[in-house]
Nanobody, 129 residues
Framework: QVQLAESGGGSVQAGGSLTLSCTAS?????????VGWFRQAPGKEREAIAN????????GFHDSVKDRFTLSHDNAKDMVHLQMNSLKPEDTGVYYC?????????????????????WGQGTQVTVSS
């Protein structure tokens, strides 16, 4: 089973930026995959915040992060990144990456945690006001 791992979390003041990365234990794992990012805030349920197909196509963003977060795929390093700008205290939470075969990204199921086949353990992001 391929393992995903998130990194890049930390503490930042409101208005700051962080870049989260997701790596996989397999080689060329993120080629032609649907990758989703999820967030779980303290006391709240996990929610989907962004997803995209690494082979190309339009990325999807939750309204709460639209125009502030971007997604990218580093094919050479076989990593995916979530660039988070203009961070707000309500962005605080544990962030997870998840991956599945590319066709998931053409379905509304891409917003569901259980639709993915591989998940990371999460990385904490704390935004202070």
């Amino acid at each position: 089973q391929v393992q995903l791992a998130e990194s890049g979390g930390g503490s930042v003041q409101a208005g700051g930026s962080l870049t989260l990365s997701c790596t996989a234990s397999g080689n060329n794992f993120f080629r032609d995959k649907c990758v989703g990012w999820f967030r779980q805030a303290p006391g709240k349920e996990r929610e989907a915040i962004a997803n995209f197909a690494t082979s190309g196509g339009t990325a999807g963003f939750h309204d709460s992060v639209k125009d502030r977060f971007t997604l990218s795929h580093d094919n050479a390093k076989d990593m995916v990144h979530l660039q988070m700008n203009s961070l707000k205290p309500e962005d605080t939470g544990v962030y997870y990456c998840a991956a599945a075969s590319a066709p998931l990204c053409w379905s509304t199921r891409r917003w569901k945690w259980g639709s993915y086949e591989h998940w990371g353990q999460g990385t904490q992001v704390t935004v202070s006001s």
